[in-house]
T-cell receptor, first 111, second 115 residues
């Protein structure tokens, strides 16, 4: 079974803090993705990556950056957390042109 | 960029009846259309997908239809059961350059199966 894990299920941070969300997949997938999920808005793509050290902006990249130093790990970085970044963050991975497998999600609260 | 509209936002059906969820997309270059099911407190999971070279696809009680000309696609669930209760998301993307782009999702449909 494909396994996508995220470093935390719940996280509480203060406004202005730098926040790291980590995602690891164990199936040697090329593609990795970060989404945020908000009630009534569905899932929105923040960033994705085709390969190590590659990154592409999604639909809502403002206020976020990413890092992919190893194929199995994709990190989402909030340089200076703000309250409007309170959300559920979902990581996903896929083999080229196949279904995306999602992690369990990190519920981030910024106070 | 791509825009995906999904209707209805909530759908309540009697157990055993059929349910239909509809989506439209804006980017004529989109060619991959998956449907995800998300149960309460769980991660989204793929239930069926269709590519633009196919008009319809079935998997047991679930089917998806695609009309490329009208840019819309639909999910059909027959003989609904209590375990079908969940939020369903449609999505669209282009598959280009040998890799899949990220997905653009609809806002979701909360399907409620009434006993």
């Amino acid at each position: 079974d494909v396994k996508v894990t995220q470093s935390s299920r719940y996280l509480v941070k203060r406004t202005g803090e730098k926040v790291f969300l980590e995602c690891v997949q164990d199936m040697d997938h090329e593609n990795m993705f970060w989404y945020r999920q908000d009630p009534g808005l569905g899932l929105r793509l923040i960033y994705f990556s085709y390969d190590v050290k590659m990154k592409e902006k999604g639909d809502i990249p403002e206020g976020y950056s990413v890092s992919r130093e190893k194929k199995e790990r994709f990190s989402l970085i909030l340089e200076s957390a703000s309250t409007n970044q309170t959300s559920m963050y979902l990581c996903a991975s896929s083999i080229i042109s196949y279904e995306q497998y999602f992690g369990p999600g990190t519920r981030l609260t910024v106070t | 960029g791509e825009n995906v509209e999904q209707h209805p936002s909530t759908l309540s059906v009697q157990e055993g009846d059929s349910a239909v969820i509809k989506c439209t997309y804006s980017d004529s270059a989109s060619n991959y259309f998956p449907w995800y099911k998300q149960e309460l407190g769980k991660r989204p999971q793929l239930i069926i997908d269709i590519r633009s070279n196919v008009g319809e696809k079935k998997d047991q009680r679930i089917a998806v239809t695609l009309n490329k000309t009208a840019k819309h696609f639909s999910l059909h669930i027959t003989e609904t059961q209590p375990e079908d209760s969940a939020v369903y998301f449609c999505a669209a993307s282009r598959e280009s350059g040998g890799g899949a782009d990220g997905l653009t999702f609809g806002k979701g449909t909360h399907l409620i199966i009434q006993p």
